[in-house]
């Protein structure tokens, strides 16, 4: 006995040794909506387990035998969760059973090579007051099964040995899992097994059904995606509980900045009804009361950016230009004599003579000159053009650095626009390399 309870006890601290190793190795458990599918959870786990088989029993049932013996008894299931409270298991057992009776020295021992039952797993509850993940949970077990059993017997002195026998067998008890992480639970249980024979325990005398229990504690691993919970841990209430509390603090945080934005809003209407105040033109002269100096100006009254009337102007002083023949002589002289390098825009020296007569005149009587640059047609049109604005550039720079006012002065160039001979003859393309002065 003393080593069936040793063996009990190495289990539970290899239990709790393996627990606190999953919790260190558990990753973060993405939370999954009410009424999710099944496909959200995982389903599938599988336990295994070690105790005490024993003849006594919580309600009180006693077979042939009144001494209890307890011996080492282990199985395994695997379980498929298909409600929150509710799974199905298959589910091994293995160990032996025996009893003596005080008086005499009739006893008995039963080995049990094997069972293997189908079982309802019912959980009562799903408890936990910190987290949405249940922790403790009480349940029900109940199925039935098929139980390879072999005893033998030692009654009034007649040893009796048995073949290995099959029956059914129902299993129903009681237990408390303790979900430690989203992966792992202990498992601690009892069960009562009913046996259907009466020869279970060697001594078939009376016919009754023979009765054992089984008191346990296993492990239990969730299998599948670890960052999905658990459907054997999950808690609909809690989580419809936590939905509503979420969807509320979001309906409160959306109020809170409604009514920030209406606050906010009634700001700015304030704030754009005392600028439409002071955008308000009551004279009608264009400048806001705001920024209106001379309130009450009279309509039609020009007035400048302070609202204040305009000093009336003074009628302009035109200047009388009038260009004299000797002012036209000066200018065709300098005509006469305009001389560049061939294909260039250089003023040969010989032409600043006549220039320098009409920079004069132009400082003097502050005419104002049009340079109009023509060429021939011979070459490209982009290079005449080209050609002839820069001649008429030239002699607008010479002029101007002479003294000349550079605004009076235009200078353009035309190309071989605007003939005035026949670009067939040498005389009549010479006629047509020029530059001509308008003054004004």
Known sequence: MNMNLTKSVSLATVSILTATQLIAQTPTVNEVKP???????????IGVHGGLLNQSNLIGLRRKFD??????????????????????????????VSGSYERNDNSFETKLPWSAALSAHITLANINWRHHQGLIKPYLNAGIGALGFEPSSKL???????????ELFIPGGVGLKFAVTNDFA???????????????????????????S????????????????SLANSNPVSAMQKEYTEQYDELVAQKAAFDAQKAENEKLTAQLERLY???????????????????????KTKVDGSGCP????????????????????????A????????????????????????????????????LAGHTDNTGSMQTNMRLSKERAEAVKAYLVSKGANPSRIEATGYGPTQPIASNNTAAGRQQNRRVEFTLY
Request: hydrophobic share 35%; glycine share 8%; with cysteine.
């Open 186 to 212: 202990i498992d601690l249980g009892y069960r009562l097994n009913l046996v259907q024979s009466a020869n279970f325990d060697g001594a078939s005398s009376g016919g009754s059904k023979d009765i054992f």
């Open 156 to 166: 009034n002195g007649v040893t009796n040995e048995y073949d290995q026998t099959t």
């Open 335 to 370: 005509i006469q004599n305009l001389e560049f390098d061939l294909g260039k825009a250089t003023i040969r020296a010989t032409s600043h003579p006549s220039l320098n007569k009409v920079a004069a005149l132009l400082i003097e009587k502050n005419f104002s000159l049009k």
């Open 214 to 229: 089984y008191a346990h504690l296993g492990v239990e691993f969730t299998l599948g995606d670890r960052t999905k919970p």
């Open 310 to 333: 305009l000093p009336e102007p003074k009628a302009p002083v035109v200047q009388q230009i009038t260009v004299t023949d000797e002012d036209r002589r000066v200018v065709d002289e």
């Open 35 to 45: 009424f999710a599918p099944e496909t959200e959870y995982r389903t599938w786990s």
């Open 67 to 96: 001494q209890v013996e307890n011996n080492f008894g282990y199985g395994f299931y695997v379980k498929r969760q298909i409600l929150p409270g509710f799974g199905i298991q298959a589910e091994y057992l293995g160990g032996k």
């Open 277 to 299: 105040a002071d955008l308000a033109d009551d004279d009608g002269d264009g400048v806001a009361n705001r920024y209106d100096k001379c309130p009450d100006t009279p309509e």
